[in-house]
T-cell receptor, first 112, second 113 residues
Framework: NAGVTQTPKFQVLKTGQSMTLQCAQD?????MYWYRQDPGMGLRLIYY???????DKGEVPNGYNVSRLNKREFSLRLESAAPSQTSVYFC???????????FGPGTRLTVL | AQSVTQLGSHVSVSEGALVLLRCNYS??????LFWYVQYPNQGLQLLLK??????LVKGINGFEAEFKKSETSFHLTKPSAHMSDAAEYFC???????????FGTGTRLKVLA
């Protein structure tokens, strides 16, 4: 039981490049989330998926797109990376009944 | 709208001293409240949660928190700090009817030998 896994762990991009961050969970959770963490700002929600087949914008969606590929997988895409997107990105999932979220280990992204 | 305020971005305590990390929330409906811990270069993991049962909630590693509706607070405490408690701690709020969780900006705990 791996929980929530994220790939890659580290990535360096040049401005304007694109990439997709992958997330998968094996806990049969319905809801999945993408956050970014920046110093002094806590975690800010980028997008979330309440259930398979649905996605919704969070607090800071600009510059990102998501795909809920199936119940297990939720990917985050940067179409044209900008230095302001340098951050640590966390994927999380949660089950029914407003249980806690389970977090992946994070992806540290640097955009030059 | 919901919000979470964590007072003190950095807190230092001596090993063996009381740990008190403050969290105040704003919610127009009964909240669900969470404390998470983040060790360096890791994801967040749950310490404890309040979901409208007992107001005093016990979590892992000797931590506990008390829900005080009148003060809109959910402060995290531990009677005796250990060096291994050095980490960043996040308070979060959610409620029935939403899938969103709102996180505070975090408090970095330093434990002095």
């Amino acid at each position: 039981n791996a929980g929530v896994t994220q790939t890659p762990k580290f990535q360096v991009l040049k401005t304007g490049q694109s990439m997709t961050l992958q997330c998968a969970q094996d806990m049969n959770h319905n809801s999945m989330y993408w956050y970014r963490q920046d110093p002094g700002m806590g975690l800010r929600l980028i997008y979330y998926s309440a259930s398979e087949g649905t996605t919704d914008k969070g607090e800071v969606p600009n510059g990102y797109n998501v795909s809920r590929l199936n119940k297990r997988e939720f990917s985050l895409r940067l179409e044209s990376a900008a230095p302001s997107q340098t951050s640590v990105y966390f994927c999380a999932s949660s089950g029914q009944g407003y249980n806690e979220q389970f977090f992946g280990p994070g992806t540290r992204l640097t955009v030059l | 709208a919901q919000s979470v305020t964590q007072l003190g971005s950095h807190v230092s305590v001596s090993e063996g001293a009381l740990v008190l990390l403050r969290c105040n929330y704003s919610s127009s409906v009964p909240p669900y409240l969470f404390w998470y811990v983040q060790y360096p270069n890791q994801g967040l993991q749950l310490l404890l949660k309040y979901t409208s049962a007992a107001t005093l909630v016990k979590g892992i590693n000797g931590f506990e928190a008390e829900f005080k509706k009148s003060e809109t607070s959910f402060h995290l405490t531990k009677p005796s700090a250990h060096m291994s408690d050095a980490a960043e701690y996040f308070c979060a709020v959610s409620h029935s009817g939403t899938y969103k969780y709102i996180f505070g900006t975090g408090t970095r705990l330093k434990v002095l030998a």
